[in-house]
């Protein structure tokens, strides 16, 4: 299973970004899909999750009302549309499979690379 993220950068606060996560290697559609995020000096924190039809998502408070994940099943990527930013989301953001929907990082079992938010106050 190979997880590619990418749509990082570098963005103001307030600003947005929009995340992508496309999958290969096994059925999509069949898998529940996180993404969690690392800052510097801090532990992989869990962001959102999304079932494999999309109806159901999980969000960390601290992103609640301001991300939203969504997936394209046709397309095996899954997104992290980010908006009202602030500088604590500055971090390296990681996508994820699942077999189910989960909170804890111990329940993912394939990861991509990850690709660094920064945004600047």
């Known amino acids: 299973v190979q997880l590619q993220a990418s749509g990082g950068g570098l963005v103001q606060a307030g600003g947005s970004l929009r995340l992508s996560c496309a999958a290969s290697g096994r059925t999509f559609s069949s898998y529940v899909m996180g993404w969690f995020r690392q800052a510097p000096g801090k532990e992989r924190e869990f962001v959102a999750a999304?079932?494999?039809?999309?109806?159901?998502?999980y969000y960390a408070d601290s992103v609640k009302g301001r991300f939203t994940i969504s997936r394209d099943n046709a397309k095996d990527t899954v997104y992290l549309q980010m908006n009202s930013l602030k500088p604590e989301d500055t971090a390296v953001y990681y996508c994820a499979t699942a077999p189910s929907m989960a909170r804890r990082y111990s329940a993912y079992d394939y990861w991509g690379r990850g690709t660094q938010v920064t945004v600047s106050s």
């Open positions: 999304i079932s494999p039809s999309g109806g159901t998502t």
